[in-house]
């Protein structure tokens, strides 16, 4: 075969793409028919695609390419380390520099006493070692019966079988032979979606009080650990009422119960400190880390583990590893970012100036006629669709229809801007400027426009009965 380029014609490389690589979180038969779009560079926050268009992505790829694209200290730091150690494993009483130096680094900026990592090659990887390490500490504890994960409705926490059980997807439950025993979900914090009459205050209380509940019906005895994303992400951007994460925080104290905040995109700024944990107010006993970690540049995720925790656990030989945990050429890589992040104050950027700038535009699009709640938290911030704002209405379409067609006009002008359902969400790199800002801006309401104006011509600006 000869060599595949970014030259090659658009249609020759959706072709070969069609014919042999099967996409995630896709329908691969009508995917081959319509033909992927093909993404050949990116600088900044745009993307730059094979038939030349220039693409702000306000998703920094997948909530991860947290400083921009095209860092070349990145690029050296890889090549330098392949050069120097391309791979050593960190079994069998053996480390190396790269992993050595991120673990500490990590550790420093982690809050309170979370202070050992457990690498892995990204979110899902470190999910299902979160499972095994908090049965494991309970279990080295004398209670292998306290062993129950609650975890939420509509969470992500990953494709692989045990973290995608930790999840609440129930799209994801229906096929493989999902969750696995001894993972209990409670309902979701969505109060627009699931709010009823009560108010968002109310609401909170409510539904951090189901947490209660499992662990009171489920027995003190049984119950590990409650997992939760601060700000749920692939979920929709869902912001917890202010309620919510106290009586969260309350009730994993009262009981007994570890804490695991997913981190995976929450972390390294994107709520406007270095973990969402710290936005929210809780004090978790373990944080899953992946994404802006290595801001996506190379595959690395971890544990970060708190002394109580790491220390029950070091009692014991804990049988777990991946090939690539702590990949020298991911670990330089993400210390690398984190280097950048510091150094260049992102996160301090995202607090005081970018999200700040973000949030006063980003609210103001509820006087748009399609758009019923605005949410926001640093950089990550989600619309709710309706036909009628007053009585928080869903459309009577399909959930998703509406999200689709206002998704696919964004498409159209050259902005990715993802739906989940009938929400509209960002996650923008964290070094966008107020420039871009005002030029995402001028994308995101000529989309609304036109997706508002698209739906009432084909009669779908109805809400449901
Ligand atoms: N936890 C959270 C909170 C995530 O968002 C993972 C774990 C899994 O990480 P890995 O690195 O194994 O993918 C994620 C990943 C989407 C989307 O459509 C979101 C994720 C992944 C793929 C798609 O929003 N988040």
Redesign the pocket.
């Known amino acids: 075969m000869s060599t595949i380029t970014n030259h090659m014609p658009t249609a020759e490389l959706q072709a070969l793409d069609a014919a042999h690589h099967m996409h ?2 896709s329908a691969n038969g009508s995917l081959g028919e319509e033909g992927a779009r093909v993404i050949t560079r990116a600088n900044g926050v745009y993307l730059t695609d094979s038939e030349g268009e220039e693409i702000l992505d306000a998703m920094a790829g ?2 991860c390419v947290n400083i921009g694209y095209g860092r070349d200290e990145l690029a050296e730091v890889a090549a330098r380390q392949m050069r120097e150690l391309p791979y050593y494993n960190t079994f069998f009483k053996t480390t190396h520099v790269p992993a050595i130096a991120l673990a500490a680094k990590i550790a420093e900026l982690a809050p309170g006493d979370l202070n050992h990592v457990f690498f892995a090659a ?4 470190a ?1 299902d070692t979160n499972i095994r390490l908090v049965r494991t500490y309970w279990a080295e504890k004398g209670q292998p019966d306290k062993n129950i994960i609650i975890s939420r409705k509509n969470a ?5 079988v045990g ?1 995608a059980s930790l999840g609440g997807m129930a799209g994801m439950h229906a096929q493989g032979g999902i969750p696995i025993p001894n993972i209990h979900h409670i309902n979701q914090p969505n109060w627009w979606a699931e709010g009823g009459d009560t108010s968002p205050e109310e609401f909170g209380l409510a539904r951090a009080r189901e947490l209660e509940e499992a662990i009171l019906e489920l027995g003190e005895d049984r119950v590990a650990a409650f997992i939760a ?1 601060p700000v749920q ?2 979920g929709g951007v869902i912001v917890a009422p202010d309620t919510y994460w106290p009586e969260i925080q309350r009730i994993c104290d009262k009981y007994d119960i570890l804490l695991i905040a ?1 981190e ?2 929450c972390g390294f700024g994107r709520t406007g400190n270095w973990f969402g944990s710290e936005t929210v107010g809780i004090k978790p006993h373990i944080m ?1 880390i ?2 802006g970690l290595s801001s996506g540049y190379a595959p690395i ?1 971890g544990s970060i583990v708190c002394d109580e925790v790491a220390e029950v656990i070091g009692g014991t030989e804990f049988n777990h590893g991946y090939t690539y945990s702590g990949h020298p050429v991911a670990a330089a890589v993400a210390l690398e970012n984190l280097r950048i992040l510091e150094e260049e104050k992102i996160v301090e950027h995202v607090r005081d100036v970018a999200a700040p700038y973000l949030k006063e535009k980003w609210e103001a699009l509820v006087d748009h006629p399609l758009v019923g709640e605005a949410k926001i938290v640093g950089m990550m911030a989600s619309v709710a669709l309706t036909p009628d704002k007053a009585s928080r209405a869903k459309f009577a379409s399909e959930p998703g229809t509406i999200g689709y067609i206002c998704r696919d006009r964004c498409f159209a002008n050259n902005l990715i801007m ?1 739906h ?1 359902g009938d929400r509209m969400i960002i996650s923008p790199p964290l070094i966008l400027t107020p420039a871009e800002i005002d030029e995402m801006f001028v994308r995101i309401h000529k989309s609304l426009d036109e997706a508002h104006a698209e739906i009432i011509e084909r009669g779908l600006m109805k809400s449901a009965s």
């Open positions: 995630p979180f997948l909530w990204g979110g899902s990887e999910n992500y926490h990953g494709s692989s973290s994303e992400g692939a997913d995976v995109i899953t992946a994404k995720g993802r989940v």
